[in-house]
């Protein structure tokens, strides 16, 4: 039969070598078939933790603390809310009861004999001032007494999506809260949550009423005319220092129409010659040692403890960090912070491998010789 001139390097010797094949093939797996190489370091890029909060939505965080007067406000009334509007007078004569109204989509409600009153974005202070007003102007009662409850609170939601314990819409009864505490009417993150929550904000100007009102979100329309309807912003929010550091300059305040998500942890892998290889949740700061120790440590005889590498993908390609782990747990190098899917390779100890492909090449050579005799 006639040989490939490529016999002796190549295809044909994998072919030749069935060991050595597979192990060129989990290796292309592992790494890749990118056209580039990835570039070696000979030290991590980035040695301390990154925070999820970058500097853009650290200001819109704070910017959201322009609302927080609002936080100590009276409740402002908007649509769907319910209210009870009693008016005594009425009642010692037995002429009517409490009566619970409705706010309308236009912010309406209808009272009797005095008709149709515009309550959107009032208190209740100022509606029971209103409807004293016209039943004095009116002459209809010439000094009222008039009592306004809210008795649903409706018009204010806000939607909690994600890692929670009980994801859902919540009714607020405030103007604004804040994050921890919409966070906590959900039930909290749940085992799956990461370092990150997106607080989604509806930034919609809204739509003046006939008598200068406006609605929740503290917009002014011209001539009751809406604005763009597609106004959303995003504040990315780091969970850990927020929860665990107690940073409460991130504690947003979150309105009508927003939205918090608490995406599933990103993830990092160890592969190799680790105890319990896998992949393991970054759900805080996570440094290579950290790393290490979730997946249980090394295989004492086969791993190689200062042979280590970690890959690593970013924007502007891929990276391949060496890793002296004996000299990382001695202080003498950087103990640096994993980021999402970086992968841990724990490589085999050069004896061991050598070794190890000593004795399947020699058994191959006596099952060779074996079939010739």
Excluded at 48 to 58: G, I, L, Q, W
Aim: aromatic share 8%.
């Amino acid at each position: 039969m006639k040989r490939s001139k490529t016999d002796g390097r190549g295809l044909n010797r994998s072919l030749r070598y069935p060991g050595l094949g597979l192990g060129l093939l989990v290796m292309a797996v592992l790494w890749g078939c990118a056209a580039s190489e990835p570039v070696v370091l000979s030290e991590p890029m980035v040695t301390s933790p990154v925070s999820y909060t970058d500097e853009v939505s650290r200001r819109l965080a704070q910017g959201t603390f322009q609302r927080l007067p609002e936080l100590y406000e009276d409740y402002r009334l908007g649509p769907e809310d319910v209210l009870e509007v009693s008016i005594f007078e009425w009642e010692l004569r037995e002429e009517t009861k409490s009566v619970e109204f409705r706010v309308s989509e236009t912010g309406l409600i209808g009272l009797p004999v005095i008709g149709d009153m515009r309550v959107m974005n009032l208190t209740v202070e100022e509606i029971k001032a209103r409807i004293e007003k016209r039943l004095k102007e009116w002459q209809i009662i010439p000094n009222p007494r008039v009592s306004v409850v809210v008795q649903q609170f409706r018009s204010k939601r806000v939607a909690v999506v994600g890692a929670v314990r009980d994801p859902g819409t919540y009714t607020i009864r405030r103007n604004v809260t804040t994050l921890l505490d919409i966070l906590s009417l959900a039930g909290g993150p749940d085992a799956r949550a990461g370092q990150v929550v997106y607080v989604i904000r509806d930034i919609r100007p809204t739509i003046s009423t006939d008598n200068g009102a406006t609605s929740e979100n503290g917009g002014r329309a011209t001539n009751g005319l809406p604005f763009d309807l597609g106004g959303k912003e995003v504040i990315s929010i780091d969970l850990y220092e927020l929860l665990e550091l107690g940073d409460l300059s991130l504690n947003v305040l979150v309105g009508n129409g927003d939205v918090v998500n608490v995406p599933e942890a990103k993830r990092f892998h160890v592969i190799g010659f680790a105890r319990d290889p896998g992949s393991f949740a970054l759900k805080k700061p996570t440094t290579v040692l950290e790393g290490i120790a979730m997946a249980r440590g090394f295989q004492e005889i086969e791993a190689s403890k200062k042979d280590c590498v970690v890959k690593r993908k970013t924007a502007d390609g891929e990276y391949i960090i060496p890793v002296d782990l004996v000299a990382v747990s001695r202080g003498e190098a950087p103990n640096f912070y994993l980021q999402p899917d970086d992968i841990i390779y724990v490589r085999q100890t050069t004896l061991r491998r050598t070794l190890l492909y000593t004795y399947e090449f020699v058994g191959k050579m006596f099952t060779f010789t074996g079939r010739l005799f």
